[in-house]
């Protein structure tokens, strides 16, 4: 089956420094992959949507300078959080659309990355 | 205005029963996918089922069936047989599609949070 995976799985940081998450879809190539953010027993949040080859679209209320995407290839998005902060601590989520015949797109995760910022 | 909604906080149900979970979605799109998600307290997101608005038939996936009725705007989930590993977080999802191209986005409820009882 379809697979993606995000590194680092944990990460802790200083606050004002910055942190990259790699997202990576190992048997398929996406165009399209999702950069979600999920707070402690809260629902997921879609931040972005990261588009290979040009720039993301981010959310209402998501600072594009803060959460900067790249999507240089068909199979890994980057999400840098640039001066992190400790309210930007959160389980980061990314996703991959995966095309298939007939033109079925399923949506497949990555394991999440836990941002902590002390 | 809540586009999927999960009413359903918490459930309990004992091992080897069947459980519902809840979902409805509010939409104006005729065309229109719902998908359900596990989350176990590893945090990945596991696809277990999807429904599509068109479809026919109610979507079936081993112990997984969707109770789709579309007047009434709902999306319930099943599981048969209920497993401890079925202990997790479940997500209603909902991607809408716009006339003169698709969006892939996907829009979340707040979740269910399953125990299953031995």
């Known amino acids: 089956g379809a697979v993606v995976s995000q590194h680092p799985s944990r990460v802790i940081c200083k606050s004002g420094t910055s942190v990259k998450i790699e997202c990576r879809s190992l048997?398929?190539?996406?165009?399209?992959m999702f950069w979600y953010r999920q707070f402690p027993k809260q629902s997921l949040m879609l931040m972005a949507t990261s588009n290979e080859g040009s720039k993301a679209t981010y959310e209402q209320g998501v600072e594009k300078d803060k959460f900067l995407i790249n999507h240089a290839s068909l199979t890994l998005s980057t999400l840098t959080v640039t001066s992190a902060h400790p309210e930007d601590s959160s389980f980061y989520i990314c996703?991959?659309?995966?095309?298939?015949?007939?033109?079925?797109?399923?949506?497949?995760f990555g394991p999440g990355t836990r941002l902590l910022v002390l | 205005a809540q586009k999927i909604t999960q009413t359903q906080p918490g459930m309990f149900v004992q091992e080897k029963e069947a459980v519902t979970l809840d979902c409805t979605y509010d939409?104006?799109?005729?065309?229109?996918?719902l998908f359900w998600y596990k989350q176990p307290s590893s945090g990945e997101m596991i696809f277990l089922i999807y429904?599509?608005?068109?479809?026919?038939q109610n979507a079936t996936e081993g112990r997984y069936s969707l109770n789709f009725q579309k007047a009434r705007k709902s999306a319930n989930l099943v599981i048969s047989a209920s497993q401890l590993g079925d202990s997790a977080m479940y997500f209603c999802a909902m991607r809408e599609a716009i006339y003169g191209g698709a969006t892939n986005k996907l829009i979340f409820g707040t979740g269910t949070l399953l125990a299953v009882q031995p």
């Open positions: 429904q599509g608005s068109y479809d026919q």
């Open positions: 996703s991959a659309i995966r095309t298939s015949g007939g033109n079925q797109e399923t949506q497949y």
């Open positions: 048997d398929f190539q996406a165009t399209t």
């Open positions: 939409t104006s799109d005729p065309s229109y996918g």
